[in-house]
């Protein structure tokens, strides 16, 4: 036979030692045992049950937090301010060993419970005063009470080196004092949490917290009337600890009101799929209580986008959790909410149950979304592209070909000057007639590419420039205030100046009108004429080309063209 191995044997006992529930036991046979000291001590028996009835509802609390990750800290807390208080009790005890341990353990319990509230629930500090007035709890309670026990007279003081009526008392008066402090920058940052608390929050959290604060009120005027009497006031004492059982009584009632939020899954499966104005984010924020609540859904790339089809982030701030909701096997979507969700893992498992196939199908519909912006995107950079080449060519023809003709038209004209002869002059200035007549047409062809008059003075004056280069009449209407930017400047002018292109070619019409407006982010240029009307949208039209460029623009062309009545060409463009 092989001998056991000693580290496996061990094991089980350490289990056994960490296991949570044997809290319970523990605290009632020491409980009993400290309220059997009470007694032989003749203490008052209202003392005895409060401080019985205050660690075995520390005690209670802690088994109540089991199971929840989030109150691992609290679970262990809870059950420390427990024994902590039957420790303090100590001093019942006629042995001096025992009594000193009480002495020195004294007011540790309150200094726990402070720890347990300044860092409710996952033990991560939500001030930068936290650390301090933990420090400053500890200090009072726990060095403030080993300082005094080293010149405590009385002779149960196992620790006292130098004993001294005196120092004793004025050490107890400077704990008094700092624990008043203390306890007033407690119950500041408790009120502060209070009103800060949204949702799952302040289900979960609000009422230990605001049984704290209560039990806090009612200790610090318990300390108030000491340091006014300079003496003990052992009923106030007394009622200030039974008031200190509303903090573990607000634990276990936060989390029953957190499991009392959960809705069956055939009320969460009709309030998803309901057909209402409400976003899926909102259902799902009425569902968890929780209005913080966002959704981003997982595309096929592994990219998150929001329900417009927006490129998210995942926060990775900790005051924000990420809940990943999965079909088939596969992630869809995931849930960013306040972490204080964590403590209903029951409501958020019934929710994501439930919303994983109607998420799927939202997915789709944001991946298409997506998909169409990225296209839409994709347009207007090419859009951008053509514009920023039409200002190229504009600019080398203006500042190219077109001053080269003007040198050569002076340089024509200055030696049609200086020649005698009839025949060379005329044959210069036709010439000269030429090169003047190209320089217009080329521009005319630069001003259609991209009109200089646009780009310098605005769209008002460049269009008041259309419509005195018109050979119809031509009136212009409304008026458009500073700049546009230069995408929707550049639209705007195509619209009207294909717009009257088309009116003079093919609609036979004695008169025109282009409205600008400007209001509500929006520009809306419109184009009327009195014409044969029947114009249309064609396939490789100067109008189709137009409502591309538009289209890339998230802008809206409509044409109004009955036969006879004329043609109403309309355009709507978003210029915030």
Same mark, same amino acid.
């Given at each position: 036979?092989?001998?056991?191995?000693?580290?496996?044997?061990?094991?089980?006992?350490?289990?056994? !030692?960490?296991?949570?529930?044997?809290?319970?036991?523990?605290?009632? +046979?020491?409980?009993?045992?400290?309220?059997?000291?009470?007694?032989? +001590? %003749?203490?008052?028996?209202?003392?005895?049950?409060?401080?019985?009835?205050?660690?075995?509802?520390?005690?209670?609390?802690?088994?109540?937090?089991?199971?929840?990750?989030?109150?691992?800290?609290?679970?262990? @807390?809870?059950?420390?301010?427990?024994?902590?208080?039957?420790?303090?009790?100590?001093?019942?005890?006629?042995?001096?060993?025992?009594?000193?341990?009480?002495?020195?353990?004294?007011?540790?319990?309150?200094?726990?419970?402070?720890?347990?509230?300044?860092?409710?629930?996952?033990?991560?500090?939500?001030?930068?005063?936290?650390?301090?007035?933990?420090?400053?709890?500890?200090?009072?309670? @726990?060095?403030?009470?080993? +300082?005094?026990?080293?010149?405590?007279?009385?002779?149960?003081?196992?620790?006292?080196?130098?004993?001294?009526?005196?120092?004793?008392?004025?050490?107890?008066?400077?704990?008094?004092?700092?624990?008043?402090?203390?306890? &007033?920058?407690?119950?500041?940052?408790? !009120?502060?949490?209070?009103?800060?608390?949204?949702? +799952?929050?302040?289900?979960?959290?609000?009422?230990?917290?605001?049984?704290?604060?209560?039990?806090?009120?009612?200790?610090?005027?318990?300390?108030?009337?000491?340091?006014?009497?300079?003496?003990?006031?052992?009923?106030? $004492?007394?009622?200030?600890?039974?008031?200190?059982?509303?903090?573990?009584?607000?634990?276990?009632?936060?989390?029953?009101?957190?499991?009392?939020?959960?809705?069956?899954?055939?009320? @969460?499966?009709?309030? @998803?799929?309901?057909?209402?104005?409400?976003?899926?984010?909102?259902?799902?924020?009425?569902?968890?209580?929780?209005?913080? &609540?966002?959704?981003?859904?997982?595309?096929?790339?592994?990219?998150?986008?929001?329900?417009?089809?927006?490129?998210?982030?995942?926060?990775?701030?900790?005051?924000?959790?990420?809940?990943?909701?999965?079909?088939?096997?596969?992630?869809?979507?995931? &849930?960013? %909410?306040?972490?204080?969700?964590?403590?209903?893992?029951?409501?958020?498992?019934?929710?994501?149950?439930?919303?994983? &196939?109607?998420?799927?199908?939202?997915?789709?519909?944001?991946?298409?979304?997506?998909?169409?912006?990225?296209?839409?995107?994709?347009?207007?950079?090419?859009?951008?592209?053509?514009?920023?080449?039409?200002?190229?060519?504009?600019?080398?023809?203006?500042?190219?070909?077109?001053?080269?003709?003007?040198?050569?038209?002076?340089?024509?004209?200055?030696?049609?000057?200086?020649?005698?002869?009839?025949?060379?002059?005329?044959?210069?200035?036709?010439?000269?007639?030429?090169?003047?007549?190209?320089?217009?047409?080329?521009?005319?062809?630069?001003?259609?590419?991209?009109?200089?008059?646009?780009?310098?003075?605005?769209?008002?004056?460049?269009?008041?420039?259309?419509?005195?280069?018109?050979?119809?009449?031509?009136?212009?209407?409304?008026?458009? %205030?500073?700049?546009?930017?230069?995408?929707?400047?550049?639209?705007?002018?195509?619209?009207?100046? $294909?717009?009257?292109?088309?009116?003079?070619?093919?609609?036979?019409?004695?008169?025109?009108?282009?409205?600008?407006?400007?209001?509500?982010?929006?520009?809306?240029?419109?184009?009327?004429?009195?014409?044969?009307?029947?114009?249309?949208?064609?396939?490789?039209?100067?109008?189709?080309?137009?409502?591309?460029?538009?289209?890339?623009?998230?802008?809206?062309?409509?044409?109004?063209?009955?036969?006879?009545?004329?043609?109403?060409?309309?355009?709507?463009?978003?210029? $915030?």
């Amino acid at each position: 036979m092989t001998s056991a191995d000693p580290a496996a044997a061990t094991q089980p006992m350490r289990d056994v !030692l960490r296991d949570p529930v044997l809290v319970a036991p523990l605290v009632v +046979a020491a409980g009993l045992g400290v309220g059997a000291l009470g007694i032989h +001590a %003749h203490i008052s028996e209202t003392r005895i049950a409060t401080d019985m009835g205050l660690a075995w509802a520390l005690a209670a609390a802690a088994l109540v937090t089991l199971g929840r990750p989030r109150r691992r800290r609290a679970t262990w @807390l809870l059950a420390a301010a427990a024994f902590a208080l039957l420790g303090a009790d100590l001093e019942w005890a006629d042995t001096h060993a025992w009594w000193t341990l009480g002495l020195v353990f004294e007011q540790l319990w309150i200094a726990v419970l402070a720890v347990l509230l300044l860092a409710l629930p996952e033990g991560r500090r939500s001030s930068p005063v936290t650390p301090w007035a933990i420090a400053g709890a500890f200090a009072v309670t @726990l060095a403030g009470q080993v +300082a005094g026990a080293l010149v405590e007279p009385d002779v149960r003081d196992l620790l006292s080196v130098a004993p001294h009526a005196g120092a004793a008392h004025a050490i107890d008066r400077a704990q008094e004092f700092a624990g008043a402090a203390v306890a &007033l920058v407690v119950l500041v940052l408790l !009120l502060q949490r209070l009103r800060e608390l949204r949702g +799952a929050a302040r289900r979960s959290q609000g009422p230990p917290l605001a049984g704290a604060a209560v039990a806090l009120t009612v200790g610090g005027v318990w300390l108030g009337l000491v340091i006014a009497s300079d003496g003990s006031r052992p009923r106030v $004492e007394t009622i200030a600890r039974a008031i200190v059982v509303l903090l573990p009584i607000g634990v276990v009632v936060g989390i029953l009101w957190s499991r009392l939020r959960q809705p069956e899954a055939s009320e @969460l499966v009709v309030e @998803l799929q309901a057909q209402n104005p409400a976003t899926m984010g909102e259902r799902l924020a009425g569902a968890l209580g929780d209005p913080t &609540l966002e959704i981003a859904y997982r595309l096929a790339d592994g990219q998150y986008v929001d329900a417009s089809g927006r490129a998210v982030e995942l926060p990775r701030d900790p005051g924000r959790a990420v809940t990943a909701i999965t079909a088939g096997g596969k992630e869809v979507a995931v &849930l960013v %909410h306040d972490p204080a969700l964590l403590d209903e893992p029951a409501l958020v498992e019934s929710v994501r149950a439930t919303a994983a &196939l109607v998420l799927e199908i939202e997915r789709l519909a944001a991946e298409v979304r997506s998909q169409l912006a990225e296209v839409r995107a994709s347009r207007e950079r090419i859009v951008s592209a053509a514009d920023a080449e039409r200002r190229r060519i504009e600019r080398n023809l203006h500042d190219g070909a077109q001053q080269r003709l003007v040198t050569l038209s002076v340089a024509l004209g200055l030696e049609a000057s200086r020649v005698d002869s009839a025949a060379t002059t005329d044959v210069l200035s036709r010439a000269q007639n030429e090169v003047e007549q190209a320089i217009t047409e080329l521009r005319d062809l630069a001003r259609g590419i991209h009109p200089t008059l646009l780009r310098d003075e605005g769209l008002q004056i460049a269009v008041e420039a259309l419509a005195r280069r018109a050979s119809i009449p031509v009136t212009v209407n409304g008026a458009v %205030h500073g700049r546009l930017p230069d995408s929707i400047e550049l639209a705007a002018y195509f619209v009207v100046s $294909e717009a009257l292109t088309n009116v003079t070619k093919h609609a036979s019409p004695t008169e025109a009108s282009v409205t600008l407006v400007r209001e509500s982010g929006v520009l809306r240029v419109t184009v009327t004429d009195d014409g044969v009307g029947g114009a249309r949208i064609a396939n490789g039209s100067g109008l189709a080309g137009l409502r591309d460029r538009l289209d890339a623009l998230d802008a809206t062309l409509v044409i109004d063209s009955r036969p006879t009545q004329g043609t109403t060409v309309r355009a709507e463009l978003p210029c $915030e």
